[in-house]
């Protein structure tokens, strides 16, 4: 590899087939879309974490109006980036309760 080269790691976690609830009933697709979106929130909490620590100051103040739209769509990111490819949490949060 070429010193300097950015490497890409795409991602490749998803909830495995036998995870996922097919023909568990409604408590385990509640189950699943509950740890689901339990890894949202902890990724909306990393994106908020992120954007506080962007320097506020620049060219154009940053007002109130713009900070509450930047959390809203934080939000919605990190709905859309669990629904669509778990980082594993929700798989092992699942795993865990389900055997409860």
């Given at each position: 590899?070429?010193?300097?080269?950015?490497t890409?790691?795409?991602?490749?976690?998803?909830?495995?087939?036998?995870?996922t609830?097919?023909?568990?009933?409604?408590?385990?697709?509640?189950?699943w879309?509950?740890?689901?979106?339990?890894?949202?929130?902890?990724?909306?909490?990393?994106?908020?974490?992120?954007?506080?620590?962007?320097?506020?100051e620049?060219?154009?103040?940053?007002?109130?109006?713009?900070?509450?739209?930047?959390?809203?769509?934080?939000?919605?990111?990190?709905?859309?980036?669990?629904?669509?490819?778990?980082?594993?949490?929700?798989?092992?949060?699942?795993?865990?309760?389900?055997n409860?």
């Amino acid at each position: 590899m070429r010193k300097g080269a950015m490497t890409t790691i795409a991602p490749t976690i998803s909830a495995p087939s036998t995870l996922t609830p097919t023909s568990g009933g409604t408590r385990d697709e509640a189950l699943w879309d509950a740890c689901v979106e339990f890894e949202g929130l902890l990724i909306a909490q990393l994106l908020r974490t992120v954007h506080d620590n962007l320097p506020m100051e620049g060219l154009i103040p940053r007002s109130d109006g713009e900070r509450y739209f930047q959390e809203m769509l934080d939000g919605e990111y990190a709905k859309e980036i669990s629904r669509s490819n778990p980082a594993g949490i929700a798989v092992m949060l699942y795993q865990q309760v389900r055997n409860l």
